[in-house]
């Protein structure tokens, strides 16, 4: 990977602080003075990367995308095809894990925040959920009735059943602050493909 320069690693700099601020608060509970003072850049250098707020915004979920695109490739281990989407499941639950709970997924935050009123955040976390469904689906096609041969579903089915169970244990023990209530829904993926 090529080396950042100086205004790359402040555009950076800016999109993950913001990033953490957004989980925190939300996308309309952070204003550009709080960017402005998490990241200690001056407002002229803010403007000069980002046009606007939402600009700020949808590239803050473009960059967290990226990540979790290629978190996401890496965590299908395993065996066997089910193997590996159980193993990607609990390495999201291990990444909750290590936040506390506090500020669940990005995304999915986003997509209750912003989705009804700002097509181009739509556009972004439709793509998310849509990538993260078709690879599970993939998994589970490779393996034939494997997964799922005890259920009557279509592995698209199933994948976006995972794909909402994981959505709403991580919004669950975000809520309570409890990893059981992910845990839970980890069982139940476990007991949907026969593990």
Not at 24 to 52: C, D, M, P, Q, R
Request: one cysteine or more; a negative charge.
């Amino acid at each position: 990977m090529a080396q950042m320069n100086k205004g790359e690693k402040t555009r950076d700099h800016i999109l993950k602080t913001t990033r953490a601020i957004i989980v925190a608060n939300g996308f309309h509970n952070t204003s550009i003075s709080a960017i402005i003072e998490a990241t200690g850049v001056k407002k002229g250098n803010l403007y000069y990367h980002f046009a606007s707020k939402d600009d700020i915004g949808l590239a803050v979920l473009e960059d967290a995308k990226e990540e979790f695109f290629t978190f996401l490739a890496e965590s299908f281990k395993g065996d066997s095809p089910c193997a590996k989407v159980i193993h990607s499941c609990r390495a999201i639950f291990k990444e909750q894990k290590k936040n506390n709970f506090v500020g669940g997924c990005l995304f999915g935050n986003a997509a209750l925040e912003m989705s009804d009123n700002n097509s181009r955040f739509a556009e972004v976390i439709h793509e998310v959920f849509s990538r993260w469904v078709a690879e599970i689906e993939r998994y589970l096609l490779l393996s034939g009735d494997g997964c799922s041969q005890h259920l009557k579903l279509a592995p698209h089915l199933l994948a976006k059943t995972i794909v909402a169970t994981m959505e709403g244990g991580i919004m669950m023990s975000r809520v309570s602050k409890d990893q059981t209530d992910l845990e839970d829904c980890l069982t139940v993926i476990g007991a949907l493909l026969g593990e």
